[in-house]
Every structure is written in structure tokens, then in C-alpha cells.
């Protein structure tokens, strides 16, 4: 959420305050856009969270759940920071990298699981 106020108070500096005032469809436009920016962030973080701190205990390797979880993290930024500025080919691949990474934690934790037998 730090992220989304951040880059969208820099996209009013970067679009200027008085032009966004008198193009209302601009500034509508620009609200939509970080309405779905945090609506995505509050479908996809709660989840990856809740999947990263429930495989801490069993994950096979705690090495590759931080790597996994940091690499997730910078992806989700990414992703927020593409979608803002419409850079559609970039924002795909960040999310696909996040959501391979949250599927790494899966595999990780399923593989500790499978250790504990």
C-alpha cells in the first residue's frame, strides 16, 4: 500500500496537478487504474503471504523460501510499478515470475512434507 500511495503521488507530480484538474477523463482514468492496481494487490498478496507463513516450518529448503519469497516481493512491486505506467509485455512477466514463485514456496513446502514421512 506504501507502494501504491507512493507512485501515486509521483504520477499527479509527473502529469501536473492543474492538467489532471481540468481533464477530468484523465484523472478518472488515472483513479481506475490504482483502484485496480490495489484491488490485484489485495487478490494476490494475502494469499502468497499466507502460503509463505505457513511453509516456514516444513519447507525443505529455508534457503530457497527466502529467495522465493524475496523474488515474489520485488515481482509484486514490479508488478505495480509496470501496471501504473502501462508497460503491458513487463507487467505480464512480473506477474508470471510471482506466481512462479509462489508455486516454488508450494513445491518446497510439499517436498519438506514429504521429508517428515
Same mark, same amino acid.
Given at each position: 500500500?506504501? $507502494? @501504491?500511495?507512493? $507512485? $501515486? *503521488?509521483? #504520477?499527479?507530480? &509527473?502529469? %501536473?496537478?492543474?492538467?489532471?484538474?481540468?481533464?477530468?477523463?484523465?484523472? #478518472? &482514468?488515472?483513479?481506475?487504474?490504482?483502484?485496480?492496481?490495489?484491488?490485484?494487490?489485495? #487478490?494476490? !498478496?494475502?494469499?502468497?503471504?499466507?502460503?509463505? =507463513?505457513?511453509?516456514?516450518?516444513?519447507?525443505? @529448503?529455508?534457503?530457497? /523460501?527466502?529467495?522465493?519469497? @524475496?523474488?515474489? %516481493?520485488?515481482?509484486?512491486?514490479?508488478? @505495480?510499478?509496470?501496471?501504473? *505506467? #502501462?508497460? &503491458?509485455? /513487463?507487467?505480464?512477466?512480473? =506477474?508470471?515470475?510471482?506466481?512462479?514463485?509462489?508455486? %516454488?514456496?508450494?513445491?518446497?513446502?510439499? !517436498? %519438506?512434507?514429504?521429508?517428515? =514421512?
Amino acid at each position: 500500500f506504501v $507502494f @501504491s500511495f507512493f $507512485f $501515486f *503521488y509521483f #504520477e499527479y507530480l &509527473q502529469k %501536473g496537478f492543474k492538467k489532471l484538474d481540468q481533464d477530468t477523463s484523465a484523472r #478518472e &482514468q488515472l483513479a481506475q487504474r490504482w483502484i485496480r492496481v490495489v484491488s490485484n494487490d489485495l #487478490e494476490q !498478496v494475502p494469499l502468497a503471504l499466507l502460503i509463505a =507463513w505457513a511453509s516456514v516450518p516444513v519447507a525443505r @529448503s529455508p534457503v530457497a /523460501h527466502a529467495v522465493l519469497i @524475496s523474488i515474489f %516481493g520485488l515481482n509484486r512491486v514490479l508488478y @505495480s510499478v509496470f501496471f501504473a *505506467y #502501462e508497460k &503491458q509485455p /513487463h507487467r505480464t512477466y512480473a =506477474w508470471f515470475f510471482a506466481i512462479l514463485s509462489v508455486l %516454488g514456496m508450494i513445491i518446497n513446502t510439499f !517436498v %519438506g512434507c514429504a521429508d517428515l =514421512w
